[in-house]
Every structure is written in structure tokens, then in C-alpha cells.
Nanobody, 130 residues
Framework: QVHLTESGGGSVQAGGSHRLSCAAS????????MGWFRQTPGKDRETVAM?????????YYADSVKGRFTISQDNGKNTVYLQMNSLEPDDTAMYYC??????????????????????WGPGTQVTVSS
């Protein structure tokens, strides 16, 4: 059984940077879609960034984070990172790491949504103050 553990949450000033880590344990398949998602009270969980851990390593970013956030992986450590730069107060949320087998896009080339992920970490809080 695969387990995910996020780390790196905390408080940061607007304009600052922060990096989150997600470690996968329990023999994850070699090729997965791993992603970062975030949620604030009363709102649905939203996709932040996703990465296919095999093959071409194709990525997806939400429009709100493009150019500011970068998702990357360390295959040797079964770890995915989210580098967050130019943070804004609107980035304040609980950040979750998710995993699903296969690619991050549907056969119709649409990014897969949070409901299609079956393995989740407990989450890590990021708070950005102005």
C-alpha cells in the first residue's frame, strides 16, 4: 500500500519562496501521476501542479501558479517537490500531495482532477502573510 507524506509547510511573507516535499513509500508503481493540490475552508480542493513520474515527465500547472511554482521529482527518493516563488496571500491553503497510476491527462487531453486521485497525504499548511 502506498503512503504519501508531505513536509515543508509553514508561514512566509508575501513575495517569498517556499518548498514542499512529498515522499511516497510502500512500493509505488514506477510510473504515476503525482500532484499538488490545495484547499481552503469552504472551498473544493483544487489542482496546483501535476507531474508524470515516468517517460516524458509531462507537467501541468494551474493558471494561478504558472511562472511562480515548479513541480519536480527525485526518482531515487520517490519524492516530488513543489517550489513556490513569489508567494501571494491567496496561496494560503492546506496543500496536499496526491497520486494515481498512469498519466496526468485524460484520453481527451484534459488534466485529471482531484477526484481521480486515490492516494493522498495528510496535508501541510502554507500561510502567506502580506
Amino acid at each position: 500500500q502506498v503512503h504519501l507524506t508531505e513536509s515543508g509547510g509553514g508561514s512566509v511573507q508575501a513575495g517569498g519562496s517556499h518548498r514542499l516535499s512529498c515522499a511516497a513509500s510502500g512500493s509505488p508503481y514506477p510510473d504515476n501521476c503525482m500532484g499538488w493540490f490545495r484547499q481552503t475552508p469552504g472551498k473544493d480542493r483544487e489542482t496546483v501542479a501535476m507531474m508524470y513520474t515516468g517517460g516524458n515527465g509531462r507537467t501541468y500547472y494551474a493558471d494561478s501558479v504558472k511562472g511562480r511554482f515548479t513541480i519536480s521529482q527525485d526518482n531515487g527518493k520517490n519524492t516530488v517537490y513543489l517550489q513556490m516563488n513569489s508567494l501571494e496571500p491567496d496561496d494560503t491553503a492546506m496543500y496536499y500531495c496526491g497520486l494515481r497510476g498512469g498519466i496526468c491527462y485524460t484520453p481527451f487531453h484534459q488534466p485529471r482532477g482531484p477526484s481521480e486521485f486515490r492516494v493522498w497525504g495528510p496535508g501541510t499548511q502554507v500561510t502567506v502573510s502580506s
